[in-house]
């Protein structure tokens, strides 16, 4: 594992954070209830594991309770595991011994595996037809000129990297071509930024939760994650607690998802946006800010916030990345970077070391789909498809888990739903002998948080959609009963 930042949470922080909380049964000792508040802020994590926690005396002045209550909490929780303490250096949040799951992102499930599988583990739709085939035969009748070169373009071609930045001058941030990157996906853009700006044991900070696949990456590539907990629901992001992480542990990158978050949908405000470009410019922190959900929304119109990259005009504090992969077709895999010249130009000189280039014949596609109408009409289809099958996993979730808990985005392709105070992760390894796959909630976590949440994207519609959350309601109420893994689950259940 990685290396963590040890942040701190203080006494005023953690009380706010614990009122927030459902009340316990009052029959409940005092020492116990503070002990499973905190228990649960570490599992889902609002507080991140190795935070510092206030001294006893504090806590108890903050809570008006009594000192020997907030050590009798904290006596429970270092005998379950989920404090460590060293005399005279303080306590730290952590998690039982043994207990994170696997970190690593479900692979997607082979083509032939699909018709008895329902797979649920990849937020991504099929080809909007018949847009991507006109697309690709309009690319092949413009493909021939640059077969007579070598088709090696490290900053990609010229004609795609006009027409994003073209589309990104038409969302009010001016571009110029120099300022794209085209990469090989998102995936391939957030990789290359993190060599050139956080080298193997630089910190990155990131929101808490966040994208599986991008902790993942960061994870292997040596990053120090500096975790900042999403304050929950769709507001998202708590500015105070980014202000102070990015303060005090002066990350050089910070990662974040303000465009229908993956995996919570949450949608950040023009007033969030605002104050976090400040607060990394404050800090001398490159924020980047990965669009790759933002032309999802069921719902666009004036009142959608604007691009992170328009609070900065001057281009020094935020990295925007885009993608085709949930807009319109993850087997295109094009994605790219917008920032300030003298970042391509680092980011191309690099690029030798790593890919080379992106495919040519995919990056006409898109330039085809940009600049010959038809990217807006498979948006639309995007948006329709998308918006069909959230209400139809909500109105079956309503139906078949109606204690699961979650809140319905507005765009995107992901809901982030807790699943009625059992593990995420016994739920996902039961449900997959059932005939269907979700990730559990550790993989979008550091150290094992959430593990009482499950992601669902929204990818099937009805009727599939319906029979996707029985088998999945069937998985739960096995687990209720206290099933543990997965071979406890009847094979027979598998369609």
Same mark, same amino acid.
């Given at each position: ?338 920032? #300030?010249? /003298?970042? *391509?130009? =680092? $980011?191309?000189? %690099?690029? !030798?070391?790593?890919?080379? @280039? ?106 599939? #959609?319906? /029979?996707? *959350?029985? =088998? $999945?309601?069937? %998985?739960? !109420?096995?687990?209720?009963? @206290? ?13």
């Amino acid at each position: 594992m990685s290396a963590r930042w040890n942040s701190a949470v203080g006494a005023a922080q953690l009380a706010r954070l614990l009122g927030s909380q459902q009340r316990t049964d009052p029959r409940t000792p005092a020492y116990r209830a503070l002990a499973e508040g905190i228990r649960l802020l570490v599992l889902e994590g609002r507080v991140p594991v190795a935070t510092r926690l206030p001294a006893e005396r504090e806590l108890a002045a903050a809570l008006s309770v009594s000192r020997t209550t907030v050590a009798a909490a904290f006596e429970a929780l270092r005998a379950e595991g989920f404090l460590e303490s060293r005399r005279g250096a303080g306590s730290w949040t952590a998690v039982p011994a043994g207990s994170p799951p696997p970190t690593r992102g479900l692979m997607p499930l082979p083509p032939e595996s699909t018709g008895a599988v329902i797979d649920l583990a990849c937020a991504a739709l099929p080809a909007p037809e018949p847009h991507l085939a006109e697309a690709f035969r309009g690319a092949l009748d413009d493909l021939a000129p640059y077969t007579h070169t070598h088709g090696d373009y490290p900053a990609g071609l010229p004609a795609l990297r006009s027409a994003l930045a073209d589309r990104y001058t038409a969302r009010g941030v001016p571009t110029m071509p120099e300022q794209i990157m085209v990469t090989t996906g998102a995936m391939g853009a957030v990789a290359a930024l993190a060599r050139l700006l956080a080298p193997q044991g630089r910190r990155i900070a990131v929101e808490h939760p966040s994208y599986a696949n991008v902790l993942q990456l960061l994870r292997d590539s040596g990053a120090r994650l500096v975790a900042v907990p999403m304050t929950g629901g769709l507001g998202g992001w708590d500015v105070p607690a980014w202000r102070g992480v990015l303060r005090e542990s002066a990350p050089r990158m910070a990662y974040v998802v303000a465009d229908f978050h993956n995996p919570t949908g949450a949608l950040a405000s023009a007033e969030d946006r605002r104050a976090l470009v400040d607060a990394a410019r404050s800090a001398g922190t490159v924020l980047v800010a990965d669009e790759t959900m933002a032309d999802i929304a069921f719902d666009p119109g004036a009142g959608d916030p604007p691009p992170m990259a328009s609070f900065d005009p001057g281009g020094s504090a935020v990295v925007t990345v885009g993608s085709v992969s949930k807009s319109i077709w993850a087997g295109m895999r094009i994605g790219w970077v917008r920032a #300030a010249p /003298e970042i *391509v130009r =680092r $980011l191309v000189a %690099a690029r !030798a070391f790593a890919d080379l @280039g992106s495919p040519v014949l995919e990056q006409l596609a898109v330039a085809r789909l940009l600049t010959g109408g038809g990217w807006e009409e498979a948006l639309a289809d995007r948006r329709v498809r998308a918006a069909a099958n959230r209400d139809a996993l909500v109105a079956a979730l309503r139906r078949h888990l109606p204690d699961w808990e979650f809140e319905v985005p507005r765009g995107g392709l992901t809901l982030w739903t807790r699943a009625g105070g059992l593990s995420g992760s016994r739920i996902a390894e039961v449900a997959e002998r059932f005939g269907v796959r979700v990730p559990s909630g550790p993989r979008f976590g550091v150290d094992g948080a959430f593990e009482g949440y499950v992601r669902l994207p929204f990818t099937v519609a009805d009727p599939l #959609a319906d /029979e996707a *959350v029985g =088998r $999945l309601a069937r %998985a739960a !109420a096995l687990v209720a009963e @206290g099933a543990a893994t997965a071979t406890d689950a009847p094979r027979s259940q598998v369609a």
